[in-house]
């Protein structure tokens, strides 16, 4: 029940091909018109219409497949979050306190500002951004100190599992 405007050309070898330009009334006369003389124009230039959407669709098929291997690959890739979570449970949970007061810290200064980033992209410029963070707060500074100690810790923990090659907190 669908009328269809077709382009019908030969290709280079004398084989009759069709070229798909839209459905009727969504793509108009006019329109149809228009892109059947780009076409025209581009088989003069020795271009196969078929040929080339065929190239067209596999261009964008690669480029989404090549998208969708990044994006794999950058979630793949452990969070501040989920190193937290980790440390928690394995180290930081044995303490008399169960962490309580390291959870607090962190949920209040430290994963707000780095939590979702890959552990892989934390520099030192990001710690020292939470440590002012707390210093500027007021106090003598003692919380600022232990929050960098909580922090330190952590991405210890994450050196000695080997999720991470460098320690941003180092110097």
Do not use: C
């Not at 480029?63 to 969708?68: I, N, Q, T, V």
């Not at 232990?146 to 180092?170: C, H, K, N």
């Amino acid at each position: 029940g669908s009328k269809f405007w077709v382009y019908r050309y030969k290709n280079t070898d004398g084989k009759t091909r069709w070229f798909d330009l839209g459905v009727y009334p969504a793509k108009t006369l006019v329109e149809a018109r228009a892109e059947t003389a780009q076409l025209k124009l581009q088989r003069r230039d020795g271009v196969d219409p078929v040929e080339e959407r065929q190239r067209q669709e596999e261009r964008q098929r690669a480029a989404e497949r090549e998208e969708a291997a990044r994006l794999a690959a950058e979630n793949s890739r452990m969070r501040v979050r989920e190193l937290f979570e980790k440390w928690m449970l394995l180290e930081i949970s044995k303490r008399a306190d169960q962490g309580a007061e390291i959870r607090r810290m962190f949920e209040k200064d430290v994963l707000p500002e780095i939590g979702d980033m890959p552990i892989e992209d934390v520099r030192k410029g990001h710690i020292a951004a939470i440590v002012d963070k707390v210093l500027l707060r007021g106090g003598e500074g003692r919380m600022a100190a232990v929050t960098l100690a909580g922090v330190r810790q952590m991405f210890r923990f994450a050196i000695e599992r080997d999720y991470l090659d460098s320690d941003p907190t180092s110097s």
